[in-house]
């Protein structure tokens, strides 16, 4: 016999859940084309885009599981897990690596505690590492939710991560 393949969403707030039905039922055209922007929406809802809620989409959508999943893992800007408050993106472009962005994201590893793409224990931080931003002219650079900071060396990491455990994320 079959094995019955169901859809488990009980872990997904309801009334979230009910947010994206209505947003999915307003799309106009081809929802092959609105499905990053749909995804976004989903993000932005539920913090992240775990695999029930991926699936879901792709169900409410009539599009296949595999080509949302190949969506949300294809761009760094979606994550599969919970996100801390800052997501801290380091560039591994040429320009950055060269000028010794390997350092930099071990440094801010060490200092925030956790592994790439993992919250940290405190919900504060998601460290990452990125293609080129094109910023190649700043490297090695780092960006910090919005904020980008270029010309990082790995001895201003402390200083850097220190005002946003801090909570003083907006000095300069
Ligand atoms: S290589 Fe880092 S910004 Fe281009």
Do not use: W
Request: hydrophobic share 35%; with cysteine; aromatic share 8%.
């Amino acid at each position: 016999m079959k094995k019955q393949d169901v859809l488990d969403t009980s872990n997904l707030d309801e009334q979230k859940l009910a947010e994206l039905d209505h947003r999915i039922e307003s799309i106009e055209g081809n929802v092959e084309e609105a499905l990053i922007d749909i995804l976004h929406q989903a993000q932005n809802l539920f913090g992240y885009l775990p695999y029930n809620l991926q699936r879901y989409v792709a169900k409410k959508l009539g599009l296949p599981s595999a080509k949302v999943n190949g969506v949300v893992t294809f761009y760094s800007l979606f994550s599969e897990r919970p996100r801390g408050k800052y997501t801290v993106s380091v560039c591994m472009g040429t320009a950055c690596f060269v000028k010794g962005a390997d350092k930099v994201l071990n440094r801010i590893l060490g200092l925030t505690g956790t592994e790439k793409n993992v919250m940290s224990e405190d919900g504060l931080f998601t460290v990452q590492d990125v293609r080129c931003i094109g910023a190649c002219g700043l490297a090695p650079v780092v960006t910090i939710n919005d904020k980008v900071y270029g010309n990082v060396k790995p001895s201003d990491v402390d200083d850097i991560i220190r005002r946003y455990k801090k909570g003083d994320e907006y000095a300069d």
